[in-house]
């Protein structure tokens, strides 16, 4: 079992910046993966980022794009995400996941283990 405990939410401005944090715990050697994922209100869960645990390679949605960084400590077992110039749109729930099987890493049904969740609201 791997746990995930996300943190940095909360309410910002337009144009602010935020990171949050996922904290990995439980049996991390199986990780091959992590992702940050968002959903709104009424919307379908969307893909923002991921790292491979180890090596560099990055994906990102071609949304955020030079707005948003993945990074991680392994060292602390904790990604996190930069996100700049924050717009009202980017205003959702942020969920971080561990793929343990190296599927397609913007499938959420290729996630095995899922946060909690942390609220982003940005007002205009």
């Known amino acids: 079992q791997v746990q995930l405990v996300e943190s940095g939410g909360g309410l910002v401005q337009a144009g602010d910046s935020l990171r949050l944090s996922c904290a990995v715990s439980?049996?991390?050697?199986?990780?091959?993966?992590m992702g940050w994922f968002r959903q709104a209100p009424g919307k379908e869960r969307e893909f923002v980022a991921a790292?491979?645990?180890?090596?560099?390679?990055?994906y990102y949605a071609d949304s955020m794009k030079g707005r948003f960084t993945i990074s991680r400590d392994n060292a602390k077992s904790t990604v996190y995400l930069q996100m700049n110039s924050l717009k009202p749109e980017d205003t959702a729930v942020y969920y971080c996941?561990?793929?343990?099987?190296?599927?397609?890493?913007?499938?959420?049904?290729?996630?095995?283990?899922w946060g909690q969740g942390t609220q982003i609201t940005v007002s205009s």
């Open positions: 439980g049996r991390t050697f199986g990780v091959y993966l």
């Open positions: 996941a561990v793929d343990e099987g190296g599927g397609i890493y913007y499938y959420p049904s290729e996630y095995d283990y």
């Open positions: 790292i491979r645990w180890s090596g560099s390679n990055t």
